[in-house]
C-alpha cells in the first residue's frame, strides 16, 4: 500500500462478553497435514505474541491422512517444563522397522528418531513393555503396524514422546480383572509431553492407558479403547499437577476408567463417544470419573448405553456441557466449584455432540495412508548454516542454487540462527520449501528491515511496499515451515520519511503453504498476493502467528489463515490502534478467510478494526473480501468492526463474520453482518482451496 493509514483512537468500549458456542468445519476435502500441527499460546514469543498450542481438528479430519512430521494439540503441544510442544523424533533420521529388536535399539536410543512399524511385532516375553527414551515418534506404516503382546513403558522425566497409528493388543492372560499381570498397552510413570493419536489398543491384560505419577502435558486423540477391563487410568498420586486433553476417543466395550481422572489439575475431555453395546458379557461400571481433586472440563462428548455416565467425588471439580447421553443410567453429576477455561490454555475445535458417533467411528485408530506421505524424503535438501556446517551460509546463496524451471520440490533446511538478508524466490523458481530446522519457530529467524520509503543502494528509488518485503516468493508451490520471517524497521526513528509500510513476507503465487512460522513486523507484515490481477493466488496459513498493527494481512490472494493467532501490536508511538486485514481481492475470487484463529494482543479495548477495504490504485473493479468465522476475537476489536479505505465504503464489498466468540465478538447487525449457515456453507476451508490439497513436503 502506499501511504500510511491511522484512525482516530475511539473511546475504549468493551462489549459485552458472548458465550462459548460450540464450532463446526465442513472442509470437503482432506487436507493431507493433519489439523494436529502443533504449538500453543502459553509461550511467549520473542515478539510478545503467545503462541497457539493447539491446531484443532475438523470435522473432517477422519478423512486426513496421519503423517510422522506432525506434532501434537491440547496440553501437549504447550511449552512448560523446558519443552516447546510436542513433536517426537522430527529432525532425526527415519527409520523402518519389522522386527522387536530393532524397534527397541531405536526406541530406547539417546538420538531422536521416527520410528516407522511395518509388521506385526510380538514382543518376548509376554507383557515387555519396551522403555521409549525421550524424542522419539513411533508410528505405524498404515495399518500394518502391530505391538503384540506386551506395549511401551514411559519412564520419569521421558518426554516428547509420540504413538501413533498402530494397533496394540493381545497381551490378556485369561484372568478379566487381573490383578497379577500389570501389562499395559502404553504405561507412563512420570512422563511429560507425550501425545497418543490415532491408535488401536484393545484386549491387554491390564490397563490400555495408564497415565501415573505425575505424567502431565498429555494429549490422547483419535484412539480406539476397546474390549478391556480397564481402559485409561489417570493418577496414582497425591499431587494436583498434571495437565491433560482427551479428545476424540472411542470407548467401546471397556468396563472401567473410561477414563478414571484422579488428582489432575487441567483434565480437558471432549467430543470422546463412549459406547456400551446391549446384550454382551462387558457392562459398563461407569463412563468419565472425576477423582480426589480433579478439575475437570468435560464437553460436547457422546455417552450411548453406559452406566454412571459421568461420576465425581465430592472433592472434584466437573463442568460439562454439550454431551448428549442415550439410553444411560445411574450417575450423571456436575457442579462442584468453579472450572477453568481450556481456551486460555490453547486452542480447539468442538464438534457437535450429534455428530460425534460417526466422526468417531470413521476417524478413530490407525489410518492406512501413512507411509507414502510420512517416509518419502524431499527430491532435493539443501542445507544452510550461518557457522559455515551447512552447504551455504545464506538463505539467497541456496536459493540460487535450485535450477530455473525446476518441478521436483526443493527443501532449504535452515539451521538455527538469525539471517539478516533479504530473500527472494523468483517465479522460475517452484516447489521451494523454506524450513527451519531448529526446535520451534523462534530458532530460526529471517529478518531485515527495509520500508516502502528507504532509498535502494543503486539510488534508483525507494523499495514500494511490496519490494521492501525480507522475504519475497514468486514461485508457485512455495513453502515456509517452522521459522520466522520478520521485517524490523524502525518506525519510531524514522518519521521524518515517507512510506513506512514494512513488509516481512510477500507471496505472490499460487498454491502456496505457510505451516507452523511467524511473520512480524508493524504497518503490512503480511503481503499474500497474485502474480497478476487475473491470476489465481491461493495460500493456506495454518498453526501460525501474524504480528502487526496497521493492514497487516493485506492483497489479493484467496487466502486461509487456518487455527492460528493474530497478534495486535501498539503502534511506534504507543498508542492502540489499527486494522487487521486490508483485502484487495479481484471480482469473483475468494478473499481472506480467518478460520478457527485468535485475534488478541496487548492493546487497548475497541480499538482495532477487522478489515477494511483496499481498492489498491483508486481500482473500482475490484471486490475486497474478508470472512471472519468461528474464531475468538478479544475486547481489542470494535463493536462495529469494519471501516471505509480511501473514499471506498466497506458495505460495497464483501466484509462477514460467523459464530465467533470471546469479548470482541458482537451479534448481527447494520455494523456487523453476520452469515447465515446457508451462506457459511459456501464460505469454508475447501471453498477457498479450490481442489487444492496443501501437503507438507
Known amino acids: 500500500m502506499t501511504a500510511e493509514r491511522r484512525t482516530a483512537q475511539h473511546t475504549p468500549h468493551r462489549p ?4 462459548h458456542r460450540s464450532r463446526r468445519t465442513r472442509l470437503g476435502v482432506a487436507i493431507a497435514v493433519s489439523t494436529a500441527l502443533a504449538a500453543g499460546f502459553a509461550a511467549t514469543a520473542a515478539n510478545g505474541a503467545t503462541e497457539p498450542r493447539n491446531a484443532p481438528y475438523p470435522a473432517s479430519s477422519a478423512a486426513s491422512p496421519v503423517r510422522a512430521d506432525e506434532a501434537a494439540d491440547g496440553f501437549a503441544s504447550v511449552d512448560a517444563m523446558g519443552q516447546d510442544g510436542t513433536y517426537g523424533g522430527r529432525g532425526g533420521e527415519t527409520v523402518t522397522v519389522r522386527t522387536l529388536a530393532d524397534l527397541e535399539k531405536y526406541a530406547t536410543a539417546a ?16 507383557g515387555k513393555e519396551i522403555k521409549v527414551a525421550s524424542d522419539k515418534t513411533i508410528i505405524g506404516s498404515g495399518t500394518s503396524g502391530h505391538i503384540v503382546g506386551g506395549g511401551f513403558f514411559l519412564g520419569q522425566g521421558v518426554h516428547n514422546v509420540i504413538i501413533r497409528n498402530l494397533t496394540i493388543r493381545d497381551s490378556y492372560a485369561g484372568t478379566w480383572n487381573d490383578k497379577e499381570h500389570d501389562w499395559d498397552a502404553i504405561q507412563m510413570d512420570g512422563a511429560h509431553h507425550v501425545w497418543i493419536d490415532h491408535n488401536d489398543l484393545r484386549n491387554m491384560a491390564d490397563g490400555l492407558i495408564d497415565s501415573r505419577k505425575d ?17 485409561f487410568g489417570i493418577g496414582w498420586t497425591e499431587n494436583t499437577t498434571a495437565d491433560l486433553t482427551i479428545h476424540h476417543n472411542w470407548f467401546h466395550e471397556t468396563e472401567q476408567r473410561n477414563p478414571s481422572t484422579d488428582n489432575v489439575a487441567h483434565a480437558h475431555l471432549y467430543n470422546n463417544f463412549l459406547q456400551d453395546d446391549p446384550g454382551t458379557d462387558i457392562t459398563s461400571s461407569y463412563g468419565n470419573y472425576a477423582r480426589g481433586h480433579t478439575n475437570m472440563v468435560l464437553e460436547n462428548s457422546y455417552f450411548d448405553g453406559l452406566n454412571n455416565p459421568v461420576t465425581r467425588d465430592s472433592t472434584a471439580t466437573l463442568v460439562q456441557r454439550g454431551s448428549i447421553f442415550a439410553g444411560t443410567s445411574g450417575r450423571n453429576e456436575s457442579g462442584g466449584g468453579t472450572s477453568f477455561d481450556p481456551h486460555s490454555y490453547y486452542a480447539y475445535t468442538l464438534d457437535d455432540a450429534a455428530d460425534v458417533p460417526a466422526l468417531v467411528k470413521a476417524g478413530s485408530g490407525p489410518r492406512s495412508s501413512i507411509a507414502a506421505a510420512s517416509t518419502t524424503a524431499a527430491a532435493t535438501t539443501l542445507t544452510v548454516a550461518k557457522d559455515g556446517s551447512g552447504q551455504y551460509s545464506s538463505v539467497q546463496a541456496a536459493v540460487n542454487a535450485v535450477p530455473a524451471g525446476n518441478t521436483a520440490r526443493t527443501v532449504i533446511a535452515i539451521a538455527p540462527g538469525t539471517y539478516r538478508e533479504l530473500v527472494k524466490i523468483p517465479s522460475t523458481k517452484q516447489n521451494v520449501t523454506l524450513q527451519g530446522t531448529g526446535p520451534s519457530r523462534k530458532s530460526t529467524v529471517i529478518v531485515y528491515d527495509n520500508a516502502s520509503g528507504t ?14 518485503a525480507t522475504v519475497a516468493a514468486e514461485g508457485d508451490g512455495f513453502q ?14 524514522h518519521q521524518d520519511m515517507s512510506g513506512l509500510q514494512a513488509v516481512a513476507l510477500r507471496t505472490a503465487a499460487d498454491k502456496v503453504f505457510l505451516d507452523s ?5 508493524d504497518q503490512d507484515t503480511l503481503l499474500l498476493d497474485t502474480a497478476a490481477k487475473d491470476r489465481l493466488g491461493r495460500v493456506y496459513m495454518k498453526n501460525s502467528y501474524v504480528v502487526g498493527n496497521v493492514d497487516f494481512i493485506f492483497g489479493r490472494a484467496s487466502a486461509v489463515i487456518d487455527a492460528s493467532v493474530i497478534t495486535l501490536k501498539k503502534r511506534w508511538n504507543g498508542s492502540s490502534a489499527g486494522y487487521v486485514t486490508a483485502p484487495s481481492t479481484a471480482a469473483g475470487r475468494k478473499g481472506f478467510l480467518i478460520n478457527n484463529s485468535t485475534v488478541n494482543g496487548d492493546v487497548s479495548a475497541s480499538t482495532f478494526y477487522l478489515g477494511r477495504p483496499w481498492h489498491a490504485g483508486g481500482d473500482a473493479t475490484l471486490d475486497p473480501m474478508t ?23 466497506w458495505k460495497d464489498d464483501r466484509f462477514a463474520e460467523y459464530r465467533n466468540d470471546g469479548p470482541g465478538a458482537g451479534t448481527a447487525s447494520g455494523d456487523r453482518p453476520q452469515l447465515s449457515d446457508t451462506g457459511a456453507a459456501g464460505q469454508e476451508v475447501a471453498d477457498w482451496l479450490e481442489g487444492w490439497t496443501p501437503s507438507a513436503s
Not at 459485552?16 to 458465550?19: D, E, F, I, R
Not at 532509498?455 to 521492501?468: A, V
Not at 515456509?480 to 526513528?493: K, M, P
Not at 512460522?517 to 513486523?521: F, K, R
Open 16 to 19: 459485552a462478553g458472548s458465550s
Open 480 to 493: 515456509a515451515r517452522n521459522l520466522t520471517i520478520a521485517n524490523d524497521f524502525d518506525e519510531a526513528a
Open 215 to 231: 505424567t502431565t502435558y498429555l494429549t490422547v486423540s483419535w484412539n480406539r479403547l476397546q474390549h478391556d477391563n480397564k481402559a
Open 517 to 521: 512460522i511467524i511473520t512480524e513486523g
Open 627 to 649: 470472512t471472519v468465522r468461528d474464531s475468538t476475537l478479544s475486547a481489542a476489536i470494535r463493536p462495529a468492526p469494519w471501516t471505509d479505505m480511501s473514499g471506498f465504503s
Open 111 to 126: 538420538e531422536p528418531y521416527v520410528i516407522v512399524v511395518a509388521a506385526a511385532i510380538t514382543m518376548d516375553p509376554k
Open 455 to 468: 532509498q535502494k543502494p543503486d539510488g534508483s528509488g525507494t523499495y514500494g511496499t511490496g519490494g521492501s
